[in-house]
């Protein structure tokens, strides 16, 4: 999605904005742009890469004391560079504006502008925040004022930053739904949509809140809330010490983000379980001071995510039944958000959530606070997202900063979160005897090295990707806990390769899309040595006597041998209850080999972002 990042200080802040927008590469972007002021307003755009922002800033010898910079991810009007932020509007004094999610109602106040005279010159919703700002301006003159009075007048999610030409010396932020944070610097102030974008200039960060308006100066900054009133009362706000490595988010030795985050999954998951490991049993603590509380009230659980998170969901369903024994339904956010269904308030919503900004998630958890369901727990990995705030209970994976849109790393952290949570609800609930919790805590500590033995495969899964890369269709087969697995197996190959891939439960394949197999279609299956893999090697014979090529994810001792047009990669341990995490491996390493194969953007899918902040 959109990015921002905005400076103002005593020296050139070009390279600060030049870095922070290639900070901000990895949300996804068509288009990028920057504005500062150098005798006049100087806005530069393209719809290349941040490098080539970077080359026009030599060529136009750009330069200023204050800037503000973007990349767009494409909602209103085609990726262009007429398209691309800033926007401006204004004739004696020009303003600039950048901004990040959606004005709902644009075509509202465009009309109404247009009225008055003012020309667009683009197809996007920014371009109405621009004139009506300029608008505002002329009767009021103060830009701080004009932008307060604006924003009670846009409907949306969003986060803007805005200058104005003849008032270079300060910048005018606000926050409305989308993240928006203040860098407070020694020689300088800043402002970005992601805290990675500042990690050169500032740790000090203040997380503006929803309504929050700010002017930043070069030395000083004040910040007052439009919630309850359109002119806004001064607020303090927390200046809070970024702790984030800018290791975390540099590439290192890797070729892309997806690998280093492919690798990092067991220090990841490590960090996530740390409390655990230490401990000699679960806390539901974990999940927040009220977390006993209400975990021993609730009765059933509701999952409500998107995307990878959702499969991650629906493996918790198959753990939540068969160990906490409560009923679980798992919802696609952006369908959950518009439907009529029953609240029971003995409900735990459950928000699963890699950026934790997720508009789909974030809106069906408000719908589901609406319906009635009292209680709520996000899982999330962005401590200070919009998620995190909304809900009575959180636990936050420590997977750290994932840059590459696929998500990896998040989603076997979230597993892992989800397994904790399953064996504290079956504990309150008396189903778990003493050993037992022993035996679930030692796997757990087992887990980070049981995934560096599983990232072992890398070299045989290498070796299919050539040949799978070639292909234009691709089946997943997966049953029970490991059918959401193959979905996810099947999202990864489809979002980085553009191989159309489906998954299906095994079981199902008789019923349809087995018309479908032929020498062109490979059939990756996950075979796990677990009560199903009878059932599953019938499907899979199915497959093998249609002439279909079985790409087989098998355990170590599931007893499934090599034949023409049957391929297996064995893990190594044989490893129960963590089976779907160990097994998502493969299927990321896959995903990524065929990617490289076939030459693709691995990091930056086509058409993709990495937080989905709008519809
Ligand atoms: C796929 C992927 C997406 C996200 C989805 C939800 O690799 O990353 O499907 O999982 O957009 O995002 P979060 O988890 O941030 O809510």
């Known amino acids: 999605m959109c990015g921002i990042i ?32 150098n005798d006049g307003l100087q806005r530069l755009r393209t719809t290349g890469r941040v490098s080539e922002l970077g080359k026009l800033v030599i060529q136009q010898k750009a330069c200023g004391l204050a800037g503000i910079a973007h990349t767009r991810w494409a909602t209103h009007g085609e990726p262009s560079e007429r398209n691309a ?14 901004h990040n999610g959606i004005i709902e109602n644009h075509e509202a106040i465009r009309i109404r502008l247009k009225a008055k005279g003012f020309k667009f010159t683009s197809d996007t919703d920014t371009e109405v925040i621009a004139h009506l700002i300029a608008f505002k301006l002329q009767e009021e003159k103060d830009l701080f004022k004009a932008v307060c009075l604006s924003l009670a007048e846009l409907q949306g999610a969003y986060a803007i930053a805005v200058m104005e030409e003849a008032h270079p010396e300060r910048i005018v932020v606000a926050r409305n739904g989308a993240p928006l944070l203040i860098g407070v610097g020694k020689n300088g102030n800043f402002v970005a949509s992601d805290s990675s974008a500042l990690l050169q200039s500032t740790r000090n960060i203040i997380y503006l809140e929803e309504g929050d308006v700010a002017e930043l100066h070069s030395h000083n900054y004040r910040i007052v809330n439009c919630l309850h009133n359109q002119l806004g009362d001064i607020v303090e706000r927390t200046i809070h010490e970024s702790h984030l490595s800018s290791d975390a988010v540099e590439l290192g030795p890797y070729a892309h983000f997806m690998q280093k985050e492919i690798f990092e999954q067991p220090s990841a998951v490590a960090n996530t379980l740390e409390m655990v490991f230490n ?7 974990l999940f ?13 659980i509701l999952i409500i995510a998107c995307g990878t998170s959702y499969h991650a969901g629906l493996v918790a369903r198959y753990w939540i039944e068969s160990v906490a024994k409560m009923p679980c339904n798992v919802e696609i956010a952006s369908e959950y958000r518009y439907r009529d269904s029953i609240a029971d308030p003995n409900t735990l919503v459950v928000g699963i959530s890699q950026s934790g900004e997720t508009a789909d998630t974030l809106a069906a958890l ?13 899982i999330c990995n962005v401590p ?22 696929a998500s990896t790393k998040a989603f076997t952290t979230q597993l892992a979160s989800l397994l904790l949570l399953t064996v504290t609800l079956a504990k309150i609930h008396h189903l778990l005897s003493k050993d037992e919790e022993r035996h679930i805590i030692g796997a757990l500590r087992h887990l980070p090295v049981a995934l560096q033995i599983a990232l072992q495969v890398e070299s045989q899964v290498k070796i299919w990707a050539k040949s799978f890369a070639k292909k234009r269709h691709a089946l997943f087969l997966g049953r029970g806990v490991h059918y959401p697995i193959a979905m996810e197996g099947a999202l990864k190959l489809k979002e980085i390769s553009y191989i159309h891939a489906e998954a299906y439960a095994a079981g199902e394949l008789k019923h349809g899309p087995l018309a479908l197999v032929d020498n062109e279609m490979p059939v990756v299956a996950i075979a796990p040595n677990d009560q199903l893999l009878g059932k599953l090697k019938s499907n899979l014979q199915e497959v093998h006597a249609r002439g279909g090529e079985l790409y087989v994810f098998a355990d170590v001792d599931a007893q499934i041998i090599e034949s023409k047009n049957l391929h297996v990669i064995r893990l190594a341990e044989h490893t129960g209850l963590l089976s779907p995490i160990l097994h998502t491996i493969p299927l990321q390493l896959l995903a990524y080999y065929v990617a490289l194969e076939r030459g693709t ?7 993709l972002a990495k937080a989905v902040t709008v519809e």
Not at 11 to 32: F, H, M, N, T
Not at 279 to 285: E, K, L, T, V, Y
Not at 601 to 607: H, I, L, Q, S, T
Request: proline letters at 5%.
């Open 601 to 607: 953007d691995v990091d930056k899918p086509r058409n």
């Open 279 to 285: 401990a000699q049993s679960i806390s539901p603590n």
């Open 288 to 300: 927040g001071n009220e977390a006993e509380n209400i975990f021993s009230r609730v009765k059933n």
């Open 85 to 98: 932020h800033p926007h401006l509007s204004g004739e004696k004094s020009r303003i600039a504006v950048v």
């Open 366 to 378: 408000n719908h589901a606070k609406k319906l009635g369901h009292h209680y709520s727990l996000a």
């Open 384 to 405: 200070e997202s919009a998620l995190i705030r909304q809900t009575s209970l959180r636990f936050l994976t420590r997977a750290g900063p994932e840059i590459g849109v």
């Open 6 to 37: 905005g400076a103002i200080a005593n020296v050139d802040i070009v390279p600060v904005l030049l870095k922070g927008l290639s900070r901000l590469e990895y949300r996804g972007y068509d288009s990028a742009g920057l504005v500062v002021v």
